[in-house]
């Protein structure tokens, strides 16, 4: 089942993907099709995923967060729920860093995080399915903000989880966060390399009152 959002004005996506019979992504071929971050939960026995070309078990019951520039596929895509969304419809780049696109879990210390839910945690996440399911269906003026707020609640649960595991406050606070705002500054440079300009911006993250002119390394 596919529950999906999409607000034309703004270009905002929002999708819920349940068992689908395939999910993949290629991000060098499929350059036309929306750059999602990514949230997938295996609901049911370990199985294979390739990110970027390389081979992991995905554990039974864990919780997956991919980045929006990589390539993915799915050994089982039924057993799985997966949420996707772009910056356009929600991004923490002006918000809160720990929970959003360049938070924690999407830019966290280790490549790929693996979140496991123990029974409680899992029955609390398919009731957040059940909310969003609900709210999907709906057609009222404020489904967008509700939509929202749902996928708010949703990454602020996983990265709590994901700290208890991987959280080193100081290592998260350097390292990570100026690698984050490089990349994410890079991406933004790209766009406005093609329009034909090159953009120069403050990287916060990185060092106070400090304007840098990004060329991202794959150019």
Known sequence: M??????????????????EPEIKRNHYTQKDSPDYYTIAWNTGADQQVMIDEVQ????????LPIMMNQSYRFEVADSLIVW???KEF????????????LGFIFYGPVP?????LDQHESENMHRLVEMF??????????????????????IIKITRLAKKQYWD???????????????????????KRKAGTVLCRPVEQITQNTFQCIRPVWL
């Open 84 to 86: 996707q969304f772009n």
């Open 112 to 116: 790929v995080m693996w979140i496991p």
């Open 169 to 191: 406050e100081n290592a998260w606070r350097t390292e990570i966060s100026a690698a984050a705002a490089v990349s994410f500054s890079g991406r933004n440079a790209l766009q």
């Open 133 to 154: 399911a609900e709210e999907f269906e709906l057609n009222e003026d404020i489904k967008t903000d509700m939509l929202r707020m749902l996928l708010v609640r949703l």
């Open 90 to 101: 929600y991004c923490i780049v002006n918000h809160d860093a720990e929970v959003g696109c």
């Open 2 to 19: 596919n529950y999906s959002y999409y607000q034309k004005e703004s270009d905002a996506r929002l999708e819920m993907l349940i068992k």
């Open 56 to 63: 992991y078990v995905f554990p039974a019951n864990t919780l």
